[in-house]
Nanobody, 124 residues
Framework: VQLQASGGGMVQAGASLRLSCAATGRTLRYYAVGWFRQAPGKEREEISCITSRDGITSYSDSVRGRFSIARDNARNAVYLQMNSLKVEDTAVYYC??????????????????WGQGTQVTVSS
């Protein structure tokens, strides 16, 4: 089972990026999926999540109103649309699911390896 986050880059404040989470060996629609990020010197934090059954979304206070999470079941992918990026959004971004035995609700209880993540760098 492998999760791959992609779509990061270097942008200026106010720009937008869309991150993608792709999975091999796991059908994402059956799992809660969370987007996490880890900034230098800080702990990894969950910033957004989408439940498995109802697609209910949640966001941390720091990104609510600017970021949007969505599923594409046909592509077995989950996206994170990031608008109005700020310098403080600079971090490595990861996606993660819960386990097959979990309830599919948010917040995600991370299951498996994190993968390399994708770097997002926002400059002023």
């Amino acid at each position: 089972v492998q999760l791959q986050a992609s779509g990061g880059g270097m942008v200026q404040a106010g720009a937008s990026l869309r991150l993608s989470c792709a999975a091999t060996g796991r059908t994402l629609r059956y799992y809660a999926v969370g987007w996490f990020r880890q900034a230098p010197g800080k702990e990894r934090e969950e910033i957004s999540c989408i439940t498995s059954r109802d697609g209910i979304t949640s966001y941390s206070d720091s990104v609510r109103g600017r970021f949007s999470i969505a599923r594409d079941n046909a592509r077995n992918a989950v996206y994170l649309q990031m608008n109005s990026l700020k310098v403080e959004d600079t971090a490595v971004y990861y996606c993660m699911t819960d386990s097959p035995l979990d309830d599919g609700l948010c917040p995600v209880k991370p299951f498996g390896s994190w993968g390399q993540g994708t770097q997002v760098t926002v400059s002023s």
